[in-house]
């Protein structure tokens, strides 16, 4: 069986400042990981993703993602957060790329 | 706007009411996934179709809850003698074939509130 823990619930931290978001999966088998957001008030957009490969990824905006095997971790960071990247992030996993679990979301609220 | 669409976005019944729910996918995606998300929560898969081909369901999915896709394009979903443990957001996904299968496309969903 697989699923997401996602530790933090609420993250609060002021613009300009580095955040992290952390995500933890537990599965026996190798999996594909995920970040969505979900602005407020839009529905849930892809951020980032990992399938295979180097096991740093990044996002457009900043974001960035370290799948780390031996922890099983798929953590999420940005080193200087904006306003705009106020939202609620969830962590998902997917071992056949069929059924995919979601964590329970971390709502990140940047503070001016 | 080429984005999944969901219709409708909101309803309202009455416990014991049967409802349906559909979901239009991006139109050239052959995958369609519904989830259903409660307040606080992660979206939790229900059903998965390749085509209209229905060809993973959770065992979240009672016997209420039935989805179609009986063309390959739109799908729907119904829940029959709905209970107010019901009340969610239903969303539906859309992903294409090759090599951008496990990128999912979300609709905005279909908030249910039942009586």
């Known amino acids: 069986a697989q699923s997401v823990t996602q530790l933090d619930s609420q993250v609060p931290v002021f613009e300009e400042a580095p955040v992290e978001l952390r995500c933890n999966y537990s599965?026996?088998?190798?999996?594909?990981l995920f970040w969505y957001v979900q602005y407020p008030n839009q529905g849930l957009q892809l951020l980032l993703k990992?399938?295979?490969?180097?096991?740093l990824v990044e996002s457009i905006n900043g974001f960035e993602a370290e799948f780390n095997k031996s922890q099983t971790s798929f953590h999420l960071r940005k080193p200087s957060v904006h306003i705009s990247d106020t939202a609620e992030y969830f962590c998902?996993?997917?071992?056949?790329?069929?059924?995919?679990?979601f964590g329970t979301g971390t709502s990140l609220t940047v503070i001016p | 706007d080429t984005g999944v669409s969901q219709d409708p976005r909101h309803k309202i019944t009455k416990r014991g009411q049967n409802v349906t729910f559909r979901c239009d996918p991006i139109?050239?995606?052959?995958?369609l996934y519904w989830y259903r998300q409660t307040l606080g929560q992660g979206p939790e898969f229900l059903t998965y179709?390749?085509?209209?081909?229905?060809?993973?369901k959770s065992r979240l999915l009672s016997d209420r809850f039935s989805a179609e896709r009986p063309k390959g394009s739109f799908s729907t979903l119904e829940i029959q003698r709905t209970e107010q443990g019901d009340s969610a957001m239903y969303l539906c996904?859309?992903?294409?074939?090759?090599?951008?299968?496990?990128?999912?496309?979300f609709g905005p969903g279909t908030r249910l509130l039942v009586l």
């Open positions: 996904a859309s992903s294409p074939s090759g090599a951008n299968q496990e990128t999912q496309y």
């Open positions: 599965s026996s088998v190798s999996v594909y």
């Open positions: 990992y399938l295979s490969g180097s096991t």
């Open positions: 998902a996993v997917s071992h056949t790329g069929n059924q995919f679990y």
């Open positions: 139109s050239e995606h052959n995958r």
């Open positions: 179709f390749q085509n209209e081909a229905q060809l993973e």
